[in-house]
């Protein structure tokens, strides 16, 4: 599909869903962290027509990070008047948290439990405006490796670009007119103090990623299975012991 028919597709996914909702939801609730996935989703969102907040939610944020995060803001409500934008510093709530789990604590723990804690903020700002949480993470990360915290970034209501592998989701943000800056940022995902990116936590890039998902030729399958295989239990249904009747 091109890339234009595309991002009416989306859009207009994103709002058949929302109008065919049994108690039909006023707004639209999403997380962006001046990525790409973020920023074309939380554009795709404003297309609808549908009240749509947008919340950057920095614990212990690099500035650069911080910074894409308010400019993607800021151009969103220039370009749309259905957005609201709002920026909740989780930093407190975090080193509270940290603190009061002193005894258990451990780094890779506490980087998905800032995922977690964004995840909790998108739910009661959702239910405070009778909203749904819209997710951000693209094909690679969803259903290729698990890339993401599972009931952190996972946790959500609806997954816009899910189906996009990260290729197309450059190409919908180039389409959108995204901020430049905020296309050609490295893709990280804000769980580190140390800023620390997604190819250097994968040892992969996503196009080498991408490439391994779609051939099982390619030079870096090996890799990208065993990223794969470390991550399924995010991306296979919960085990249920059934009970013999």
């Not at 190819?199 to 391994?212: F, I, R, T, V, W």
Request: glycine residues 8%; contains cysteine; negative net charge.
């Amino acid at each position: 599909m091109e890339v234009d028919k595309k991002i009416i597709f989306i859009k207009d996914w994103i709002l058949n869903y929302v109008n065919s909702m049994p108690k039909k939801a006023n707004s639209l609730v999403i997380g962006i962290s001046g990525g790409i996935d973020s920023s074309v989703s939380s554009t795709l969102c404003a297309m609808t027509g549908i009240k749509t907040i947008v919340l950057t939610m920095p614990i212990k944020q690099k500035v650069d990070q911080y910074d894409l995060s308010i400019k993607h803001q800021k151009w969103l409500i220039d370009k749309f008047n259905n957005v609201e934008a709002h920026t909740i510093s989780l930093d407190e709530l975090f080193n509270s948290f940290k603190s009061s789990l002193s005894k258990f604590d451990n780094d890779h723990g506490m980087a998905n439990s800032r995922a977690r804690l964004r995840m909790t903020t998108l739910y009661q700002v959702a239910s405070a405006n009778n909203g749904i949480v819209v997710g951000t993470g693209n094909k690679v990360e969803d259903f290729g490796i698990g890339f993401y915290t599972k009931y952190g970034d996972g946790g959500v209501d609806i997954s816009p670009i899910a189906d996009c592998n990260k290729s197309e989701v450059w190409e919908l943000g180039k389409e959108l007119n995204i901020l430049n800056e905020i296309i050609e940022a490295p893709p990280t995902d804000g769980l580190w103090d140390d800023g620390r990116t997604d190819e250097g936590q994968l040892g992969l890039s996503y196009k080498e990623l991408e490439e391994a998902m779609n051939n099982e030729n390619s030079l870096n399958r090996e890799k990208y299975l065993k990223i794969r295989e470390e991550n399924l239990h995010k991306m296979e249904a919960i085990p249920v012991c059934k009970i013999p009747k």
